[in-house]
């Protein structure tokens, strides 16, 4: 791995890890977080006795910091072990025997180990929590207050994230010793090369907006649904309309969430669908277009899903669906974010035959409703006037 010139939040990370200092890392998604506490970590247990635990939320991300870890730890000998849900357990306890010097691991699967008696933590003298945030969204606590007790108090702990609500402060200070604060933009701060728009849609006429964007877009594109069952059934539709897609979801086995994964970096798939539990582990470079599909539940996890786009100094783009009685969540991502988010006027939208209409147990699930979306033109434009003020149908009314 070669890095010619490091990243803003890698020259603050780096040589504060290297002192073996606690750090709180605040910066966006796609910004070289990884490196950032990977560098610090091989170069101190070249050095030092012990090892290293790195929690994460997802398997997929879990995944991806290995990878990063085997490029730099090799110089060094440096052996790892992958501790995710999903995989041959017993395999994993083959690999602990052989005393990996780092631990890279999803809370839940670390507590199964640790049960069953295979690991012992008394050796980690270096801790990395990565997407901190993201592990308290999904329930995470008490593991993690399990695996605290676990590791000795005098340790080196390095804390990382895009967001920082009151619960990462209220942890950091339960078991952090002095950490330094090193922040590259405001908690909530989007990159600056994204371009962000939103369209007031009805959900019955979200795929026909769907179909016309990857009509727009010619690149790789990546969808986030609210649901898994949601994500399975736009990954069918988006395939009826001729784009080779894949989904990532909770319901999808390890082997097959890594295959739509692979397959989205080497093109076989043009679109991915996911859901937000494998949102922070797709690191795939170039993605054109981020689409959220539904918005969020948390208005943390729109700043780590646009984050897909756009990273690594790249030009990128995301559109959100919203529903006229979103309002609301729209008001609170703005907050979030510190910025407007421009209201789009929807283009003309072509109902979508009515085979792609029939939704679980034949319900009508993402199709237009009956007379579907007034046409606006070919030509998409701002609405102008309150931004809020306007119809069902995104424009003013």
Request: aromatic share 4%.
């Amino acid at each position: 791995m070669r890095v010619v010139h490091p990243t803003p939040i890698q020259q603050k990370c780096i040589p504060v890890g290297l002192e073996g200092k606690d750090i709180m890392g605040i910066a966006q998604t796609g910004t070289g977080k990884t490196l950032a506490f990977g560098i610090p970590v091989v170069q101190r247990l070249d050095h030092l006795p012990g090892r290293a635990l790195v929690l994460l939320p997802t398997r997929e991300l879990a995944l991806q910091v290995e990878e990063t870890f085997l490029k730099i730890g090799q110089p060094f000998n440096l052996k790892t072990a992958v501790l995710i849900g999903g995989e041959s357990i017993f395999r994993q306890a083959q690999e602990l025997r052989r005393r990996p010097r780092i631990l890279i691991a999803t809370p839940g699967r670390l507590i199964d180990h640790l049960e069953e008696n295979r690991l012992r933590l008394d050796d980690v003298n270096i801790l990395v929590l990565d997407e901190a945030d993201r592990m308290l969204d999904m329930g995470f606590a008490p593991q993690l207050n399990k695996i605290m007790k676990a590791i000795p108090k005098e340790r080196q702990t390095l804390l990382f994230s895009a967001t920082m609500p009151n619960a990462i402060v209220k942890l950091a200070t339960t078991y952090m010793a002095l950490p330094v604060r090193l922040e590259v933009a405001p908690a909530g701060t989007t990159a600056a090369d994204i371009e962000q728009e939103i369209f007031i849609i009805r959900q019955e006429s979200k795929l026909s907006l769907l179909e016309r964007l990857l009509q727009d877009y010619r690149g790789t594109v990546l969808v986030f649904s609210r649901t898994k069952w949601g994500a399975k059934k736009i990954a069918g539709v988006v395939n009826m309309m001729g784009h080779r897609a894949a989904e990532i979801h909770a319901n999808r086995s390890q082997s097959q969430r890594r295959e739509a994964l692979a397959g989205f970096r080497s093109g076989k798939y043009r679109v991915l669908v996911a859901t937000d539990i494998a949102a922070r582990g797709i690191d795939v470079s170039n993605i054109e277009l981020v689409i959220n599909f539904d918005l969020p539940d948390q208005s943390e996890d729109y700043v780590h899903r646009i984050g897909r786009t756009g990273r690594a100094g790249n030009k990128g783009r995301a559109i959100s669906f919203a529903t006229p009685a979103q309002r609301r969540e729209i008001q609170i991502i703005e907050r979030l974010i510190k910025k407007n988010l421009p209201i789009s006027q929807l283009p003309e939208l072509a109902p979508p035959p009515a085979s792609r209409l029939q939704g679980h147990r034949g319900h009508v699930l993402l199709g237009p409703s009956p007379g579907g979306n007034k046409p606006q033109g070919n030509r998409r434009r701002r609405s102008r006037g309150s931004r809020f003020n306007r119809g069902r149908d995104g424009r003013r009314g």
